[in-house]
């Protein structure tokens, strides 16, 4: 029997917007308790291989501050932008999201997220990794600067924000839009009805 979609069983590991909003879209509640793990690449460790890592670590982190009752499922997450084999995080300032876009505009990159659901009061955890290809539009400085200057790139992977007004530079998406955002919905909810969370129903 799965459990109920009550506000208390899942724990969001992230203080992500992002993910909260696609979280309440589909329709679940939950309760936002950021983990506090750093976001370190190890030496020769693969994109993929980071995000589950960290995703994993992320769900453990919270799960471990939680009593192991009431049955609770802590949701971790991390998403990283690759180009060339080099991770694209969030930019320093102003200039380095400019430099970023840059190196994106008229190419594709490769967008990776990894998932982990863990249980309170167990060991287990169940770790998912989605890739989506995003291809932008070749674009101009004076264009890329605008963009910037609005704001809304400084706290994004890669510089840009699909779900905002970043979309007008994107021309392609391969793969799960709702990844590229931060968190592939298709995926997650998955994960979450196999650890036994009950999903909301359709219509």
Known sequence: MGASTDSNLLVLA???PRRRDLLTRAGLRFEILPADVPEEMRAGEAPR???????????????DRLPAQPRR?????????????????????PEHAVAML???????????????VATTGAEALCVRSVES??????ADEAELRAYVATG?????AGSYALQGEGRRLVSRIDG????????????TLELLAAAGL???RAG
């Open 14 to 16: 992230s203080a992500s």
């Open 49 to 63: 291989m980071l995000v589950e890592r960290l995703a994993a670590e992320k769900a453990a982190s919270v799960r």
């Open 73 to 93: 499922l802590v949701l971790g997450s991390d998403t990283v932008v690759v180009l060339d084999a080099d991770i694209l995080g969030k930019p320093r300032d």
């Open 102 to 116: 840059r190196r994106l505009a008229g190419r594709t990159h490769t967008v990776w997220t990894g998932v982990a």
């Open 133 to 138: 290809r995003v291809t932008l539009r070749p």
């Open 152 to 156: 809304e790139p400084l706290d994004k």
């Open 176 to 187: 799960s839009e709702s990844n590229v955002i931060g968190l592939p919905l298709e995926e």
């Open 198 to 200: 009950e999903l909301p």
